[in-house]
């Protein structure tokens, strides 16, 4: 079964960090760009950040830029996103999701769409 | 990176096809095919209903299908069925290498 399951919120105060994990199965993870959206409470979704299939591309939106930074181990079917300096803003439930390409926008780190998704994990950020 | 524009509810009765448009610019709808639709279920990992303007994935019944002109894309459901009921969003490619969603509709079945 094809699956991606995060990791790694919490609650924590302004200021500080945090870093989630998605553990990908079920399919060939190296083979695949990755992304993280989160889930604004109450509102809607925002693309957050995204990765191609060597980690040789990545992408983020302006809100996050210079704050998160994306990763990704091949070698243990897992994406990363280190989250620094939070803001109330950040607020969210995190989630991992598989992106799929063709052609030269694998080389990219958004690709065309995000055909898997994970249940998310939810960061918490209040003083 | 402003959220693509979509109405904020749109409702059907049971049976009816409804239509959602998701408003870009030419930096990302209008400049892409790669415009994708999010159904998302209260507690429910969001599931992906077209993809690249007008495919289906395996398994997402052909009463979803989605089309584009210009910077505005649309999804529309044929046969409006009770599990229907949800909050979709639209996506795209941009020009900055970047992603975006639309601000959401809530879709109610009357």
């Known amino acids: 079964e094809v699956q991606l399951v995060e990791s790694g919120g919490g609650v924590v105060r302004p200021g500080e960090s945090l870093r989630l994990s998605c553990a990908a199965s079920?399919?060939?993870?190296?083979?695949?760009?990755m992304t993280w959206v989160r889930q604004l409470p109450g509102k809607g979704l925002e693309w957050v950040s995204g990765?191609?299939?060597?980690?040789?591309?990545?992408g983020y939106a302006d809100s996050v830029k210079g704050r998160f930074t994306i990763s990704r181990d091949n070698g243990k079917n897992s994406l990363f996103l280190q989250l620094n300096s939070l803001r109330a803003e950040d607020t969210a439930l995190y989630h991992c999701?598989?992106?799929?390409?063709?052609?030269?926008?694998?080389?990219?780190?958004?690709?065309?769409?995000?055909?898997?998704w994970g249940q998310g994990t939810m960061v918490t950020v209040s003083s | 990176q402003s959220a693509l524009t979509q109405p904020a509810s749109v409702s059907g009765s049971p049976g009816q096809s409804i239509t959602i448009s998701c408003t870009g610019t030419s930096s990302d709808v209008g400049g892409y095919n790669y415009v994708s639709w999010y159904q998302l279920h209260p507690g429910k990992a969001p599931k992906l209903m077209i993809y690249k303007v007008s495919n289906r994935p395996s398994g997402v019944s052909n009463r979803f299908s989605g089309s584009k002109s210009g910077n505005t894309a649309s999804l529309t459901i044929s046969g409006l069925q009770a599990e229907d009921e949800a909050d979709y969003y639209c996506s795209s490619y941009t020009s900055a290498i970047t992603g975006v969603f639309g601000t959401g509709t809530k879709v109610t079945v009357l």
């Open positions: 990765i191609n299939w060597n980690g040789g591309s990545t």
């Open positions: 079920g399919f060939t993870f190296d083979d695949y760009g």
């Open positions: 999701a598989r992106v799929t390409c063709s052609g030269g926008n694998c080389y990219t780190p958004v690709g065309e769409s995000f055909d898997i």
